[in-house]
């Protein structure tokens, strides 16, 4: 109702409204650097097209005269109230479509009441994201580093964050094979981009100053080194601690980069690991990237709180199954119970219901925010979130779904037209 009662008030939409016209608008406000890091996927793209390519292959089947006059669109997941089955996924350098990126996407959630998942590889301190949220849902995705100590550090920080839950994303331990930003020989990191809830750790900053100290003593041996990056280092250090790599212009010290590198995961994770998580921490406990049906069984056996059936946006591997192709599998593996939110692919508010279909609990939105932010900022993001979930409640509206629980397997069918 609120999208076309705008619509008849004459307020112009700052973003437009079909994702295929919003990508293209995106695509022009952005830097090709961003749009190649943003937009872009694993190899050849086509774990990207399988996520699109599975919701082309279900069909939803809609009844009538069903007397549905207003829906609940309301859900609770891991202990989080949600207004609509919708949250938004936590995307990493996100700087590189919009100075201030991380706080406009904060403000624009608490404005809609949609949980915004801070990214590990944020633009803004979480503290900052935080404070400009007020009072409303916002989790933390985290990447487990290779430093315990930080692990434990980013958790202390989620839980006085006020976050809902923590998101270990497993999927990422290295990152993926993506021929666009490397064509452009460029990696966020590398320019200061996503680093922000590192700058702003006391135990990062601990590391890094101890390799400082042995970067020093190499600098006696080879003074010919980085003699020049680990000064500045050193001086921003001394007078902007934990900011001191924020607002940088310059290449960032090389020191300081190579560390991140290092440490912001750890390849060798494993079920050992995770199974630690549940004494660190009183948060629930999401785990990202699931799509084997064992793995998901070998969650719900550790007593996580949930799982979000994901392949990363097709970031990750080429030629991979597609998240909403793996859904129904993890389903009837789990059982009803367990909570399951699935992303990659979702793209318009009847994509969440034919998610909802397959056994989804609730999505997660990536990249259609991005590009809302991107052409019009906080405003944008603002306007894809309402566009979506306004699509959604009129596809339940016209399929005859009273709310977000009635939604399932009897809606839809593999699509005939295929
Ligand atoms: C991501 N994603 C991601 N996931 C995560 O756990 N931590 C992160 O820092 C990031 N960073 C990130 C950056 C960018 C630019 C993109 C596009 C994605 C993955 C994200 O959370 C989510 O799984 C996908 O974006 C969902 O797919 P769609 O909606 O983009 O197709």
């Not at 633009?123 to 409303?136: F, H, I, L």
């Not at 390799?211 to 001394?238: C, F, H, Q, Y």
Request: charged residues 20%.
């Amino acid at each position: 109702g609120v999208v076309y009662r705008n619509g008849a008030l004459g307020r112009r939409p700052a973003v437009p409204t079909a994702f295929g016209d919003l990508e293209r608008a995106a695509r022009r406000a952005s830097s090709k650097r961003a749009w190649a890091y943003v937009a872009g996927g694993a190899g050849e793209g086509r774990t990207m097209r399988n996520n699109r390519r599975a919701f082309d292959r279900w069909a939803i089947v809609p009844r009538m005269a069903h007397g549905v006059t207003e829906r609940d669109l309301t859900t609770t997941v891991v202990g989080t109230s949600l207004s609509s089955p919708l949250l938004l996924a936590p995307v990493g350098a996100g700087a590189l479509m919009a100075r201030g990126s991380d706080l406009s996407i904060a403000r624009a959630a608490a404005a809609t009441g949609v949980p915004y998942i801070f990214s590990n590889q944020g633009c803004s301190p979480m503290e900052e994201c935080a404070a400009a949220m007020g009072t409303a849902p916002r989790w933390f995705q985290l990447y487990w580093s290779s430093d315990e100590d930080l692990v434990d550090s980013l958790l202390r920080r989620a839980e006085a964050a006020a976050a809902g839950a923590v998101v270990v994303t497993l999927d990422t331990t290295m990152l993926g094979w993506r021929p666009q930003d490397l064509n452009l020989g460029s990696l966020p990191f590398a320019r200061g981009e996503g680093i922000a809830q590192y700058t702003s750790d006391p135990r990062f900053l601990e590391i890094v100053r101890q390799r400082i100290d042995a970067a020093r003593n190499a600098v006696t041996e080879r003074p010919d080194v980085t003699l020049g990056a680990i000064r500045t280092l050193i001086s921003m250090t001394r007078n902007h601690p934990g900011r001191f790599l924020d607002n940088l212009r310059s290449p960032v010290p090389r020191a300081a980069a190579e560390t991140l590198l290092d440490i912001y995961s750890n390849p060798g994770l494993s079920w050992e690991h995770l199974a630690t998580l549940r004494d660190r921490t009183k948060l629930p406990i999401v785990l990202k990237g699931i799509l084997h049906p064992d793995d998901a069984r070998r969650a719900v056996d550790l007593g996580v709180d949930a799982m979000v059936v994901s392949n990363h946006g097709g970031r990750q591997i080429d030629g991979s199954i597609a998240s909403l192709d793996a859904l129904p599998e993890i389903r009837a593996a789990v059982g009803r119970e367990p909570t399951l939110l699935l992303d990659s692919g979702i793209r318009s508010g009847s994509d969440v219901f034919v998610a909802l279909a397959l056994g989804a609990d609730a999505v997660l939105l990536g990249r259609p925010y991005m590009y809302g932010l991107a052409v019009a900022g906080q405003r944008g993001v603002e306007e894809v979130i309402r566009n979506v979930v306004a699509e959604f409640d009129l596809t339940m509206a016209l399929a005859g779904a009273r709310s977000v629980r009635d939604i399932d397997e009897r809606f839809v069918r593999p699509n005939p037209s295929l």
